[in-house]
C-alpha cells in the first residue's frame, strides 16, 4: 500500500521529496488540494473544511499512513484527523525546536516565516510557550509566497527583491536561525541563502516529520533506509480540480527539488 502526502499545493513536494530519499523502496501518493490553495490566507473552518474533504478523497485509495505535508493543516485540523482515521497520520511543525537548539549560547535570536494562519493557531503559540524558555524567536507571515511558489515563479532578482522587502525591517545580524515553517518555502532556500548573511542556519520540519514516519513504518516491520535516490516514478499524482496542467507542474516541481 501507498504512503499518502497531502498539502494545499505543491509544498509538500519538499517533505515527499525527503521521504523518498529516506525510503527508497515506497510507493506514494501526492494529493494537492488545488480548488483551495492557500489555505494560508483563508479562515481557520474554511481550511478545517477543504482538509477534511481532500483527507476523505485520498483515504478512499487505500493508503497505509498519511503525511499531512502542510504546517497551516497540521494547526489547524491534525486531531480531528487522528480522531477520525486509524491510519497512522504524521504532521508538520515549524521547526523550532532544532533552531532553538543552535541558538540556546549563541545568543542569537530564530526568526520563524510561515503563512498568516499558521503563525496564528494556538498549535504554534503553545510550541513557543512550551520551548522558547529565553524568549528568542520571532516571526514574520509571507502571505505572498505560496502564490509565487504555486506559480513556480523562481526568478532570481523578482524573489530576491521580494525578500529584501520583507525583510528590510528586521535585524538579520542578530538573527542565528531562519525557519521555514511553510512547505512551500524550501523551494526558495538557494535564494534564501543567497541574501541572507552567511552567519545565518535555514532549518525546516521535513527532516523531522520524514523521520517520524520511519518511526511509525518501523512499528509495523522492517524498513529500508538505503539513502539511494533512484525511482522516482513511484509516485502517483491527485489533485482536487483534477487538472492534467496541474499534475504536469508537480511533477516539474518535484524535478526541481531533485535538482537543487
Ligand atoms: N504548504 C502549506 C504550509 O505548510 C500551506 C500553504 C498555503 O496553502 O497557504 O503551510
Do not use: W
Amino acid at each position: 500500500m501507498r504512503i499518502a502526502c497531502f498539502d494545499s499545493g505543491i509544498g509538500g513536494l519538499t517533505v515527499l521529496h525527503e521521504a523518498m530519499k529516506r525510503l527508497p523502496h515506497e510507493h506514494f501518493l501526492y494529493y494537492a488540494d488545488t480548488l483551495h490553495v492557500p489555505y494560508g490566507t483563508k479562515s481557520k473552518e474554511d481550511v478545517m473544511r477543504h482538509v477534511n474533504e481532500a483527507v476523505a478523497a485520498i483515504v478512499q485509495e487505500e493508503v497505509k499512513a498519511l503525511i499531512v505535508a502542510c504546517n497551516t493543516a497540521t494547526s489547524i485540523a491534525i486531531s480531528q484527523l487522528r480522531q477520525t482515521y486509524s491510519i497512522p497520520i504524521i504532521g508538520m511543525e515549524p521547526a523550532v525546536k532544532p533552531a532553538l537548539d543552535l541558538n540556546r549560547t549563541t545568543g542569537k535570536r530564530v526568526l520563524v516565516l510561515a503563512t498568516p494562519l499558521t503563525l496564528k493557531q494556538s498549535k504554534f503559540k503553545d510550541l513557543i510557550a512550551r520551548l522558547d524558555d529565553q524568549s528568542i524567536v520571532d516571526s514574520l507571515p509571507l502571505p505572498e509566497l505560496v502564490h509565487y511558489c504555486e506559480q513556480l515563479n523562481f526568478d532570481r532578482s523578482f524573489m530576491s527583491n521580494y525578500f529584501h522587502t520583507k525583510l528590510s525591517s528586521y535585524p538579520l545580524q542578530h538573527v542565528g536561525t531562519v525557519v521555514l515553517g511553510c512547505t512551500h518555502y524550501p523551494f526558495y532556500t538557494n535564494i534564501l541563502r543567497e541574501i541572507l548573511p552567511s552567519h545565518i542556519d535555514i532549518v525546516d520540519g521535513s527532516a523531522g516529520t520524514v523521520s517520524r514516519l520511519v518511526q511509525i513504518l518501523e512499528h509495523e516491520g522492517p524498513v529500508s533506509c538505503s539513502l539511494q535516490k533512484d525511482g522516482y516514478d513511484r509516485v502517483d499524482f491527485r489533485c482536487s480540480s483534477q487538472d492534467q496542467a496541474y499534475i504536469h507542474k508537480m511533477e516539474t516541481a518535484l524535478h526541481i527539488l531533485r535538482n537543487q
